[in-house]
């Protein structure tokens, strides 16, 4: 039977929350990754150290294993240099969210002025903690993404040594830009790899699809495909899975987020068999975060087979994508 091994897989991008939900989604993803980088917007968000240290116990109190590396984020604000360097051995990351743009992104930055950001982003920059940032405007919604182009181009000109993590990107115009600026780098969701709004909105409405940035036009997955698919130094997997409860994504005000960490590894396969570019998926899920990042996650294999796999309705409280369907390839064991 046709198998595939992946070494050390690493999630880029993964809300873990925190109480029951994070209870029932760590240990899916603590099972098939080495390693996750850990989105900071908790009610209230990841702001101080004692946060962050405190939420990393949770996380690992929550796992079922040991070879596991939660990678700690801290939520943007204008933090000052002696804080930064107090807190640098903790994170990896800095997450920035514009205000009000995604789910639990109240406290954002509301104005993008570069000299009110500049001693936290030089002090980032020189202390080597990377920039992630969720790339939207408050505009048309189809829009939001490419009308952020010129905050990216903003940041890679002002701040040439910070290195800046475009995430879930879902436009050609995003990927165009991983090679006009050195600094620029960018995760890839599994979902923006296989749906557009269509499926999204284009039937029946289907709100396990609904997340932001919201998924686009045909052309814009060609775009991520071709930069996923062929294992672009500067791309790298971030699934952005979001648990949201069934009630609250089943309701009128959907909540944004698509769950996708227990499936994912299985559906890229899918995908990158299916376009032929199995060879690629191990630099897709690991190997450029890696050097991206600058880190070395524990030793694990993750060894897929190709055999049915079952999506479950559910997952605690939470639906993931695709539930009930039927996936072509499934974990086989982890080591
Ligand atoms: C995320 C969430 O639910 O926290 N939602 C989403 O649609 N992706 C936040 C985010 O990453 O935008
Ligand atoms: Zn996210």
């Not at 559910?314 to 639906?319: A, D, K, P, Q, T």
């Amino acid at each position: 039977m046709k198998t595939m091994t992946l070494t050390m897989p690493l999630d880029m991008h993964v809300h873990l929350r925190d109480g029951e939900m994070l209870e029932t989604v760590a240990p899916l993803t603590s099972y098939s990754f080495s390693g996750a980088l850990v989105m900071p917007n908790l009610v209230p968000p990841v702001t101080t150290l004692d946060m962050v240290r405190g939420y990393k116990k949770r996380i690992q109190a929550a796992m079922e294993s040991d070879d596991f590396e939660p990678y700690m984020t801290l939520f943007y604000q204008n933090y000052s240099r002696s804080f930064l360097e107090e807190v640098k051995d903790h994170i990896i990351a800095i997450k920035l969210y514009p205000s009000g743009v995604t789910t639990n992104s109240e406290g954002g930055v509301a104005s993008f002025d570069i000299e009110a950001m500049r001693e936290t982003l030089e002090a980032m920059s020189d202390l080597g903690i990377i920039l992630s940032v969720h790339g939207e405007t408050n505009g048309f919604v189809m829009d939001r993404e490419a009308e952020f182009m010129s905050v990216y181009e903003m940041l890679a000109v002002h701040f040439p040594k910070l290195k800046i993590i475009m995430e879930h990107i879902t436009t050609r115009e995003a990927v165009k830009m991983l090679d006009q600026y050195e600094n620029l780098y960018a995760t890839i969701t599994v979902h923006h790899l296989m749906i557009t709004l269509d499926d999204v909105a284009g039937g029946m409405l289907r709100p396990h699809l609904f997340c932001k940035p919201i998924a686009k036009r045909p052309h814009d997955r060609e775009a991520l495909l071709k930069v996923a698919l062929s294992a672009h130094p500067k791309v790298m997997f971030g699934s952005d899975s979001a648990p949201h409860p069934k009630h609250t994504k089943e309701s009128c005000g959907c909540g944004a987020g698509v769950f996708t960490a227990p499936i994912a590894l299985q559906l890229l396969c899918e995908i990158f068999e299916a376009n032929d570019s199995l060879d690629n998926l191990q630099a897709f899920v690991s190997d450029n975060a890696q050097q991206i990042y600058g880190i070395c996650p524990d030793f694990k294999e993750v060894v897929l087979v190709k055999h049915d796999f079952v999506i479950p309705e559910m997952y605690g409280s939470v639906v993931p994508m695709r539930a009930g369907e039927t996936l072509t390839w499934s974990i086989e064991r982890v080591d």
